[in-house]
């Protein structure tokens, strides 16, 4: 119930804040994929080493459109409470 009460107490500003640091870290994770992809197969000869960096970089990468999957549920639910409390 104390972990509760600190969520209740957060603000609005708090909130936003916290999305807008969450969208910016989700982009910068996304972009450092990217870059990784780029990077993978430099000079590397190895069919087996370049399948087996793809195959990471997809786990990671999937991983990531998971948690922002998770993420945007989440924050529809929060907009959809604003929406109903503002309807009241």
Do not use: N, P, W
């Not at 969520?7 to 969208?23: F, G, K, L, P, W």
């Not at 990471?56 to 989440?74: P, T």
């Amino acid at each position: 119930s104390h972990i509760m009460s600190e969520y209740v107490r957060m603000t609005d500003t708090e909130r936003d804040q916290i999305d807008q640091d969450a969208q910016i870290f989700m982009r910068t994770c996304a972009d450092a994929i990217h870059q990784l992809r780029a990077e993978a197969h430099k000079g590397v000869q190895s069919t087996q080493v370049k399948e087996h960096r793809t195959a990471v970089l997809d786990f990671i990468e999937d991983y990531l459109k998971r948690v922002c999957k998770l993420y945007s549920e989440q924050r529809a639910i929060r907009v959809k409470r604003v929406i109903d409390k503002k309807r009241l």
